[in-house]
């Protein structure tokens, strides 16, 4: 004999609990976005910071989020945006590159534009450059790593025994300029890596620097806006 079911028995559908909560469908919603999103962001193992301050923006503002107030500090993908708009500003778009990594938003100047051959003194072409990413650190909270790099061609003088020397004077030459404009010197640090990180491309350090050009790449300060201190 079948169990009869009494009146009293009332089994609700999902429908009907709907119907009578919809706010649970929009929070159910809200929750499977978000939890999509944290597995996306754990599944990826290296996390471009620019892209990634976009995509919050994207979802904050989708959840109904306010704009960031004015007196909050830059965020990584404002550095990035105001450091091109600054570089077109000068007419250096093409000579100057701007990178965002994991590391952060890097800025590199050639030497060329920046310091006279075998010389660590800044040339007086940089210098508005310079004074216009100053309020950019002042308004953010990353440590800038200045690091100098040269080519492959070894250099002796009395100054600089090697490359060594020459790429660490240079980097510490811009992060004086920068204490110089009145900027904490504790954001800063000042690093020479010779010619043992090259820009230019080839399996080898030799092969990077066989021709002038390459060399050229591969002289450079870069201004890093370090997500990581």
Do not use: C
């Amino acid at each position: 004999m079948a169990e009869e079911i009494s009146p009293r028995r009332k089994i609700f559908s999902k429908q009907e609990a709907g119907d009578d909560e919809p706010w649970l469908v929009t929070y159910s919603d809200m929750m499977t976005l978000l939890m999509t999103f944290f597995v996306l962001m754990f599944s990826i193992s290296s996390i471009d910071p620019v892209k990634l301050e976009q995509l919050g923006d994207s979802v904050g503002k989708a959840l109904g989020g306010t704009q960031k107030k004015a007196s909050q500090t830059f965020t990584m993908k404002e550095i990035y945006d105001k450091v091109t708009t600054v570089i077109e500003q000068e007419q250096l778009k093409g000579v100057i590159e701007v990178e965002a990594s994991t590391r952060g938003v890097s800025v590199k100047i050639p030497s060329a534009i920046s310091f006279a051959s075998g010389k660590a003194d800044l040339d007086s072409r940089i210098f508005p450059i310079l004074n216009k990413f100053a309020p950019m650190i002042t308004q953010s909270k990353f440590p800038i790593a200045v690091e100098g790099h040269t080519d492959s061609i070894p250099i002796r003088s009395d100054l600089y025994p090697s490359n060594w020397e020459l790429s660490a004077a240079r980097s510490a030459q811009v992060v004086r300029y920068f204490i110089a404009l009145n900027l904490p010197a504790d954001r800063f640090r000042a690093i020479g890596y010779a010619e043992t990180r090259p820009r230019a491309t080839g399996r080898t350090i030799e092969e990077a620097n066989q021709t002038e050009e390459q060399r050229s790449q591969n002289r450079r300060v870069e201004i890093i806006f370090l997500t990581i201190g």
